[in-house]
C-alpha cells in the first residue's frame, strides 16, 4: 500500500451508520466495508438492514444489523452498546438517518403550504433529522474521547445552505406542491451543530465534519430530473456514488487537519 493509499485506509476501523438501509446511508455501509471498515447497519427498519448485511457478508466484508430508532436515547445507547460489544470500539459515526420528502413516483408529492404545515409533521421531523444527530454525536462521543481519536460525518444538504427553489416541485394543471419548511431548517441547524461540536471537542483529537449533497436521483420523473440538471454546472443530477469519495475522506486520515467543515458536494448547484 503506498502512502497516497494509507491515507484513505478505514481497514479495521469501526463504522456505525444510522440510516444504513436507505439510499445513500446503504451506500455508504458498502463503500466503507469494501474499504476494510467493520460496519454496523443502523436503521429502524431491520429486515432491510438485514438484507443489506447479508449481501455484504456474501463478498466477506464484516457487518451486522441494528435496529435504531434515533430520536430515542435509550435506543441508541443499546446500539453503542451492541457496536462495542461485537467490535470493542467505534471509530467512525455517518448520521445518515433523516426524514427527506421525496418526490420520486414511488413517493408522490407534498401539497402542505407553510401557512398550513401541521405542526405534528414539524415536530416529529425535528425529533428525527436534528435531534437525532444530536442524540446520537452525545451518545458516541465519550467512547470516542475515552479512545482518543474518531470521526463523526453529518448529513446536511445543499438545502442547508440555500433556500429550495419551490418551482422544481410544480407541474402544470396539478396542485402545488413544496419541498416542506422542515427540511432546510433541520438541515441547516446540523451545519450548526457541526461547528459546535468540532469547536467543543477541539485538542480531543475528535473531528466533526459535514457533507452537504446536492439532489440524488432515484427514479424522479424526466421533467424533474431535467429542470433539477438544469440548474448545476455539471448538468445532472447526483448519482448515489457520487458522495462516496467525500465520506471515505472525511472517515480517514485523509482529512486529519478538517474538523469544523462542510463539504458540498452538488454538482455547482450553489456555486451560481
Not at 480531543?204 to 449533497?213: D, E, F, L, Q, V
Amino acid at each position: 500500500m503506498s502512502e497516497f493509499q494509507s491515507l484513505f485506509n478505514v481497514e479495521g476501523r469501526v463504522a456505525v451508520v444510522t440510516g444504513g438501509a436507505g439510499l445513500l446511508g446503504s451506500e455508504f455501509c458498502r463503500t466503507l466495508a469494501q474499504t476494510g471498515a467493520q460496519v454496523v447497519v443502523a436503521d429502524t427498519r431491520l429486515d432491510e438492514a438485514q438484507t443489506l448485511v447479508a449481501s455484504l457478508q456474501e463478498q466477506n466484508l464484516h457487518a451486522i444489523a441494528i435496529q435504531v430508532n434515533v430520536t430515542s436515547p435509550e435506543s441508541i445507547s443499546d446500539m453503542v452498546t451492541k457496536t462495542i460489544d461485537s467490535f470493542s470500539n467505534l471509530d467512525i459515526l455517518v448520521n445518515c438517518a433523516a426524514l427527506d420528502p421525496k418526490f420520486d413516483p414511488q413517493h408522490g408529492g407534498h401539497t402542505n403550504s407553510f401557512e398550513d404545515y401541521p405542526l405534528e409533521a414539524w415536530n416529529q421531523a425535528m425529533a428525527v433529522n436534528l435531534t437525532g444527530v444530536f442524540l446520537c454525536c452525545q451518545a458516541v462521543a465519550p467512547h470516542m474521547v475515552k479512545q482518543g481519536k474518531g470521526s463523526i460525518i453529518n448529513l446536511s444538504s445543499i438545502y442547508g445552505i440555500t433556500a429550495p427553489d419551490q418551482r422544481l416541485y410544480q407541474r402544470p394543471g396539478k396542485a402545488p406542491q413544496f419541498k416542506p419548511v422542515f427540511y432546510p431548517v433541520t438541515k441547516a441547524g446540523i451545519l450548526s451543530l457541526t461547528s459546535y461540536l468540532a469547536a467543543y471537542y477541539a485538542g480531543k483529537n475528535i473531528r466533526i465534519n459535514a457533507i452537504s449533497p446536492g439532489g440524488v436521483f432515484d427514479g424522479h420523473d424526466d421533467e424533474f430530473v431535467q429542470a433539477y440538471a438544469s440548474r448545476t454546472m455539471l448538468g445532472r443530477m447526483a448519482y448515489k456514488n457520487d458522495m462516496n469519495g467525500a465520506l471515505l475522506f472525511l472517515a480517514s486520515d485523509a482529512s486529519a487537519y478538517m474538523t469544523g467543515a462542510n463539504l458540498v458536494v452538488d454538482g455547482g448547484w450553489s456555486a451560481w
